[in-house]
T-cell receptor, first 115, second 110 residues
Framework: AQKITQTQPGMFVQEKEAVTLDCTYD???????LFWYKQPSSGEMIFLIY??????QNATEGRYSLNFQKARKSANLVISASQLGDSAMYFC????????????FGAGTQVVVTP | DVKVTQSSRYLVKRTGEKVFLECVQD?????MFWYRQDPGLGLRLIYF???????EKGDIPEGYSVSREKKERFSLILESASTNQTSMYLC?????????FGNGTRLTVT
């Protein structure tokens, strides 16, 4: 069964606007972690932000913030003030407690930032 | 900075060939992973290893095997390459931190 669902295959956003990328997850573990990665056209996977299941505050890293709603099992990524360099594929991923550190990924969302 | 190096950026192989994809990490990480990435499917875990000579199947291990003889090196082996194994292959390592990825190997099987 799919554990990470990203329902937006692609989206356009104008420069300087904010964009929200949706991610829902499925787990019965109480302890887990949620990650977002960025993959530009060059192919490298860049770690953006992490949220632990016990973290009470939403994670933030610069222009990235994670809107964590535990009861809804959602972990949406918010990118504020979009830049042209934000054009990339974005992946949501989850690590469950007993998993040897492996991540399960969603299908990804392609973001295109327009001038 | 952690460096994960995949030996080839692009590979073209023929159906039935034995293919080796090599991955080396320089941060003494315990855990190493092989994923394949296909459009619309995201990244799917093929195999992972949590220690030297230890390996565990991921979600799609069929048609693949792995080798971890040294801590820093994790090899993915396609015993007899098939066209449905044409894909981007990504190696990663971690110590239960965020995964650090290599730049990927784009494999084409003809």
């Amino acid at each position: 069964a799919q554990k990470i669902t990203q329902t937006q295959p692609g989206m356009f956003v104008q420069e300087k606007e904010a964009v929200t990328l949706d991610c829902t997850y499925d787990t019965s573990d109480q302890s887990y972690g949620l990650f977002w990665y960025k993959q530009p056209s060059s192919g490298e996977m860049i770690f953006l932000i992490y949220q632990g299941s016990y973290d009470e505050q939403n994670a933030t890293e610069g222009r990235y913030s994670l809107n964590f709603q535990k009861a809804r099992k959602s972990a949406n990524l918010v990118i504020s003030a979009s830049q042209l360099g934000d054009s990339a594929m974005y992946f949501c991923a989850m690590r469950e407690a007993i998993s040897w550190g492996k991540l399960q990924f969603g299908a990804g969302t392609q973001v295109v930032v327009t001038p | 900075d952690v460096k994960v190096t995949q030996s080839s950026r692009y590979l073209v192989k023929r159906t039935g060939e034995k293919v080796f994809l090599e991955c080396v990490q320089d941060m003494d990480h315990e855990n190493m992973f092989w994923y394949r990435q296909d459009p619309g499917l995201g990244l799917r875990l093929i195999y992972f290893s949590y220690d030297v000579k230890m390996k565990e199947k991921g979600d799609i291990p069929e048609g693949y095997s792995v080798s971890r003889e040294k801590k820093e090196r994790f090899s993915l082996i396609l015993e007899s390459a098939s066209t449905n194994q044409t894909s981007m292959y990504l190696c990663a390592s971690s110590n239960n931190s965020p995964l650090h990825f290599g730049n990927g190997t784009r494999l084409t099987v003809t």
